[in-house]
């Protein structure tokens, strides 16, 4: 148990569908994040909540919507995904900007069909 | 421009050998931080080391230990006497001013160690 939950582990979409990933933090961190791992790619940072407010966005397509209702918990809702969207999905969390580090989930691998 | 640079895409070492993970970064900043972390086949991010740039003293921690050098930009990860457990993805990474402090990645470096 990292004290950071990702549901689901492994979701299998179709290009129509929405869906949502839910991540869980049980550190008392106020920052989390979203970061996409694609093959031969580095991480790519893709959203940052700071306090529950979204501080970062990396020119990430409007079909990924994130949402943070609180501290502890961020979703991310997917929407007329494409092929190319298939990758794990990692959620992060941290004390203040992460100057000390993130703790990371285990991540959701979506494959989208 | 990519902040960190992992130039080797793949190792592979027999057990017990030593290896090292290269890893070179750039950044404007005075203060900056810098990370490994360890990707098992599991999925998750595991964290090993953050370093700030006003702390250059290298760092051992059992059979892993850090050289963190300025003048060449470099933070390379030594492993000695690898064992199969140390198969994973590592990945370097940076956070600095630049970013808002949130953690640029390089691209990993596939360690494979076999018996």
């Known amino acids: 148990e990292t004290g950071v939950t990702q549901t689901p582990r492994h979701l299998v979409m179709g290009m129509t569908n929405k869906k949502s990933l839910k991540c869980e933090q049980h550190?008392?961190?106020?920052?989390m994040y979203w970061y996409k791992q694609s093959a031969k790619k580095p991480l790519e940072l893709m959203f940052v909540?700071?306090?529950?407010?979204?501080?970062e966005n990396n020119s990430v397509p409007s079909r990924f919507s994130p949402e943070c209702p609180n501290s502890s918990h961020l979703f991310l809702h997917l929407h007329t995904l494409q092929p190319e969207d298939s990758a794990l999905y990692l959620c992060?969390?941290?004390?203040?900007?992460?100057?000390?580090?993130?703790?990371f989930g285990s991540g959701t691998r979506l494959t989208v069909v | 421009a990519q902040k960190v640079t992992q130039a080797q895409t793949e190792i592979s070492v027999v057990e017990k050998e030593d290896v090292t993970l290269d890893c070179v970064y750039e950044?404007?900043?005075?203060?900056?931080?810098l990370f490994w972390y360890k990707q098992p086949p599991s999925g998750e991010l595991v964290f090993l080391i953050r370093?700030?740039?006003?702390?250059?003293q290298n760092e051992i921690s059992g059979r892993y230990s850090w050289n963190f050098q300025k003048s060449t930009s470099s933070f390379n990860f030594t492993i000695t006497a690898s064992q199969v457990v140390d198969s994973a993805v590592y990945f370097c990474?940076?956070?600095?001013?630049?970013?808002?402090?949130?953690?640029?990645f390089g691209k990993g470096t596939s360690l494979l160690v076999t018996p």
């Open positions: 550190l008392g961190h106020n920052a």
């Open positions: 990474a940076l956070s600095d001013s630049n970013s808002g402090y949130a953690l640029n």
């Open positions: 370093r700030n740039s006003f702390d250059e």
């Open positions: 950044t404007r900043d005075t203060t900056y931080y």
């Open positions: 992060a969390s941290s004390q203040d900007t992460g100057r000390d580090g993130y703790t």
């Open positions: 909540y700071n306090f529950k407010e979204q501080t």
